[in-house]
């Protein structure tokens, strides 16, 4: 396997540039690494459970659920969850949510209460279309930087149907390649 230090003599980079492009993303990967376990424990404070709890209410009321299932569901949603509907609610409408005083059978009320938990799940940090952690796309982002800085050439892939081969690489993944390698020996360590 080719270290960072490798992958930038074969990106020609300047040898008087290697040591600081190669700090800057040694910094990346550990600010990667730290930010995942910080991610981690966001996630067992149970922000990721109010999402799910959210988009299923959401879908509830998108389906036109019957009011007296709505008003079930509530119930049983976690205490927190409500906090962050009603707060939002609250942003939206100047108005406190007292859940009792929606009339579910009225569209108005359906909407205002679907668009505070869209907001709540916003809020949450995992709307639909959140794929990637954020640590990955800052990391990803700051190699595509490095590559782009040290070369003054876009990042490119290789393909299965390169005339180069099948075990060809580009200088953007053998950047990439000892960069992931550092989070193995991280995680044994």
Same mark, same amino acid.
Request: net charge positive.
């Given at each position: 396997?080719?270290?960072?230090?490798?992958?930038?003599?074969?990106?020609?980079?300047?040898?008087?540039?290697?040591?600081?492009?190669?700090?800057?993303?040694?910094?990346?990967?550990?600010?990667?690494?730290?930010?995942?376990?910080?991610?981690?424990?966001?996630?067992?404070?149970?922000?990721?459970?109010?999402?799910?709890?959210?988009?299923?209410?959401?879908?509830?009321?998108?389906? #036109?659920?019957?009011?007296?299932?709505?008003?079930?569901?509530?119930?049983?949603?976690?205490?927190?969850?409500?906090?962050?509907?009603?707060?939002?609610?609250?942003?939206?409408?100047?108005?406190?949510?007292?859940?009792? #005083?929606?009339?579910?059978?009225?569209?108005? #009320?359906?909407?205002?209460?679907?668009?505070?938990?869209?907001?709540?799940?916003?809020?949450?940090?995992?709307?639909?279309?959140?794929?990637?952690?954020?640590?990955?796309?800052?990391?990803?982002?700051?190699?595509?930087?490095?590559?782009?800085?040290?070369?003054?050439?876009?990042?490119?892939?290789?393909?299965?149907?390169?005339?180069?081969?099948?075990?060809?690489?580009?200088?953007?993944?053998?950047?990439?390649?000892?960069?992931?390698?550092?989070?193995?020996?991280?995680?044994?360590?």
């Amino acid at each position: 396997m080719a270290t960072i230090h490798a992958a930038l003599v074969r990106l020609n980079v300047a040898p008087q540039k290697i040591g600081f492009w190669e700090v800057t993303l040694e910094r990346a990967a550990e600010q990667y690494c730290y930010d995942m376990d910080l991610e981690d424990r966001r996630a067992s404070l149970g922000s990721r459970v109010s999402y799910k709890e959210l988009i299923r209410f959401k879908d509830a009321l998108r389906r #036109d659920t019957s009011t007296a299932k709505l008003v079930e569901r509530w119930n049983k949603l976690d205490a927190s969850t409500q906090v962050f509907v009603s707060m939002h609610y609250r942003w939206q409408t100047s108005a406190t949510l007292s859940f009792s #005083d929606l009339d579910l059978s009225q569209n108005k #009320d359906r909407e205002a209460l679907r668009c505070a938990m869209n907001g709540a799940t916003k809020w949450l940090g995992n709307k639909p279309g959140y794929e990637y952690p954020i640590p990955l796309l800052n990391l990803v982002r700051t190699i595509i930087s490095v590559y782009k800085t040290a070369t003054d050439k876009k990042p490119g892939f290789s393909s299965e149907t390169n005339s180069s081969g099948v075990n060809y690489t580009t200088p953007f993944e053998d950047l990439v390649a000892p960069i992931t390698m550092l989070f193995v020996k991280w995680d044994v360590a």
